[in-house]
């Protein structure tokens, strides 16, 4: 199994109080794969529906962002494979 791999962004490099800080995560894993399921329904007499597809993710990654001074991020959005956070400096 692959690790996960993750890259991360700020949209500074410094940030006077009170400033909104953006952080971009940039990340993946080579073992997460989607899953497609068809049904098809069919009744006694053999007449069947139209296929309906759903798609699910197997093991999906989960974002946590902390910081050592203790402030509150909030995810902006979150495509599954970037995701934004922000925070007050």
């Not at 971009?24 to 329904?41: E, G, H, M, N, R």
């Not at 529906?49 to 909030?74: C, F, Q, Y």
Request: a negative charge; aromatic letters at 4%.
């Amino acid at each position: 199994m692959a690790a996960p791999t993750v890259t991360a962004s700020l949209n500074a490099s410094a940030f006077p109080p009170g400033a909104q800080m953006l952080l971009t995560v940039t990340y993946s894993d080579a073992d997460t794969k989607p899953l497609t399921v068809t049904i098809v329904v069919t009744d006694a007499q053999g007449n069947s529906s139209a296929p309906v597809k759903v798609t699910a993710v197997i093991d999906p990654l989960t974002l946590t962002v902390t910081d050592n001074s203790g402030r509150t991020w909030t995810q902006v959005s979150d495509n599954g494979s970037v995701a934004v956070y922000r925070a007050v400096a």
